[in-house]
């Protein structure tokens, strides 16, 4: 288990890794189509779309978790 401290940063970590992964397959086999390369294809877009999806999780849950905090009661 992980002390209590590192929730935040476990939550950005885990929600850019889940949302990355999930949409780069998609959208990569919806693009290309699965064949012999799709993999190939798959990893070098995640290289990429991995670190983008943990600095736009990292700037936005913050703004978004206050939203939530202001419409619910």
Do not use: C, H, Q
Request: net charge positive; charged share 15%.
């Amino acid at each position: 288990m992980f002390p209590k401290k590192y929730s935040k940063i476990l939550f950005i970590f885990l929600m850019g890794l889940g949302m990355s992964l999930l949409m780069t397959l998609i959208i990569t086999y919806i693009n290309t189509g699965y064949d012999e390369l799709y993999l190939k294809r798959f990893l070098k877009a995640w290289s990429i779309s991995l670190p983008v999806a943990m600095i736009v999780t990292t700037i936005v849950a913050p703004i978004i978790e206050k939203f939530v905090g202001r419409i619910t009661k």
